[in-house]
Every structure is written in C-alpha cells, then in structure tokens.
C-alpha cells in the first residue's frame, strides 16, 4: 500500500474519533489500528510515523507511539 493510501486511511479514522475527548480518541484510534490492520499495515505506518508522519492528523501520531 503506498504511504499517501495509508495515510489518507489513517486520518478517515482520525475523523471518525475527532468528536471524542483527545484520549478517548487516542485510544480509539490504537484499538481499531490493532482490530482491523494487518500487522504489515500497522508496521508500515509505524515507519512512516519514523520518518516523521508527513500528513497524519496528530492523532494517529499520537497513537502510532502507542501501538510501539
């Protein structure tokens, strides 16, 4: 899955949590990346997050230091 494609799913969850207080939120995100992303997806997003997250909503950030 290229990184822009990762990316852009990652915010749509984002949005969905947005609502929520900021842990909450957090913590949501980490749950539905664990739920629903296969363990690739989730490693690549973590090296994305590395080389610094261009495009992720602080949020994912957030619960991509999380999933570590």
Do not use: C, K, Y
């Not at 799913?9 to 984002?14: E, F, Y």
């Amino acid at each position: 899955m290229s990184a822009s494609t990762q990316v852009r799913l990652a915010n749509d969850i984002a949005a969905q949590f947005a609502h929520l207080d900021h842990d909450t939120a957090v913590t949501g995100i980490v749950a539905h990346l664990r739920d629903f992303w296969d363990p690739r997806m989730r490693a690549q997003l973590l090296a994305h997050v590395a080389d610094g997250g261009q495009g992720l909503d602080p949020l994912v950030r957030e619960a991509a230091g999380r999933l570590a």
